[in-house]
């Protein structure tokens, strides 16, 4: 065994610029994979946080209607006791924030007395007290100041004022359908702008006190919602069914979905995701096949007489076989080594420093919740992963030409010119 890996390593070094160019192939495609890798999880890392933070909570409390028709914002399927609910929770130890949410469309008034454009929007009445025990909204104020209970204000997310050309201190309507169904307008002024790493918030939130909608919409102190705070790194989806569990002896009609059901589009994008990372391992894959493969046939068919002779002194085809495995090993080993450092310099400067998208995520929704710059994350899995890749790569793509050459006669390898 050990000559065999002398042998192997001598011709390693006999085939100098081969070995370096299947290695440096190998390199360059577990690096790219390694970077890839390591941005995407950042992202995904992040998207996760900041859906958590100012989107979806980590679950959330709803009537067990609700959820089929959550697209149309229904105000018929409510919460009539949200209190109670709170509560309870409250001494389970888990912070709640009640919220209502509706639909309306949004007027921009310059002057009192002209209309001067409206859009559909969404809109969150929120208790700004409780909602910042489970949300962070207070400190992505960039201009005004946060809303204050039972007054006739609302934050606008800064993308949308923007669109609207709207400021603090602008007035702006707000026309809408109580619970009952009869139309409403509600008046209301720009106390505040948010500027969140949420995209989403940002494009098109509007918040307004949860007693000024109560008293709006009709709602008699019902809500449409209670968001939840888990622990961080919690497993949502049992702890959610854990509380429902205990919830729904008490309080009949609701159900609680954690932030994966609430985000689905996330959670799909973030599946489409792992798909991408294994298309870029089959890609490198393909890169170590084809190098490897073509660096084992050369060395092999410019040394078919030393093979015939290393045969007829005896040697067995498992020990010529053996061989040239452990040279495609060695390449292996070298390319997996300069590929992780490849992979980490650049995952360097991607967890470091990033990429600003800020120009592209500002007109387009590409999945991910994040603005401005998108870093990476370190992933030591994905490191030692491309490691042994690289190798096993090398030695399964060099096992069959080495087959071939192995059916050949000692006598034709010997002739061989």
Known sequence: MKFLLGLALK?????????????????????????????????????????????????????????????????????????????RLQELKIPAAPRTVFGGELIVREDPFEQDGSMQVKIFSIDPEQD????????????????????????????????????????????????????????????GIINCPNPSINRGAIFLPLDT?????????????????????????????????????????????????????????????????????????????????????????????????????????SQVRLTFLFEAGGIGFIGSVFGVMLGCILCLWIVNRGVDYSAMIRDMDIGYRVTGIMRGAWHPKALVIAFFLGIILSVVTAFFPTRRALKMTITDCLRFQ
């Not at 360059?28 to 992040?46: C, H, K, R, S, T």
């Not at 609207?164 to 201190?169: D, F, K, M, R, S």
């Open 213 to 317: 909608a109560d008293t709006y919409l009709e709602m008699q102190g019902a809500v449409t919602e209670i968001n939840l705070k888990f622990p961080e790194r919690s497993d949502a989806e049992m702890l959610a069914a854990s509380i429902e569990e205990k919830l729904i002896e008490d309080f009949k009609g609701i159900e609680i979905l954690s932030w994966k059901i609430l985000a689905r589009d996330y959670v799909a994008f973030a599946a489409m995701k792992q798909s991408g990372t294994r298309m870029i391992l089959f890609l490198v894959f393909i890169i170590a096949a084809v190098g490897v493969s073509n660096t084992m046939l050369m060395a092999i068919y410019e040394r078919f007489r030393e093979l015939g002779m290393m045969r007829a002194l005896g040697m067995k085809d």
């Open 132 to 191: 910042n025990t489970v949300f962070r909204f207070r400190e992505t104020i960039v201009k005004g100041r946060y809303l204050k209970p039972g007054e006739e204000g609302i934050l606008i997310g800064s993308w949308l004022a923007e669109d609207l050309g709207a400021e603090v201190g602008y007035p702006l309507t707000i026309v809408t359908r109580t619970r009952h169904g009869y139309y409403q307008i509600i008046d209301v002024e720009i106390v």
């Open 11 to 87: 011709n390693l070094s006999r085939y100098k610029k081969r070995t370096i160019i299947t290695a440096a192939a190998i390199a360059v495609g577990l690096g790219i994979y390694i970077f890839i890798d390591a941005w995407l999880l950042g992202a995904e890392m992040e998207s996760e946080r900041n859906l958590i933070w100012y989107e979806s909570s980590s679950a959330r409390v709803l009537n067990e209607s609700y959820w089929e028709e959550k697209d149309q914002l229904p105000l018929k399927y409510v919460i009539e006791n949200p209190e109670e609910v709170t509560v």
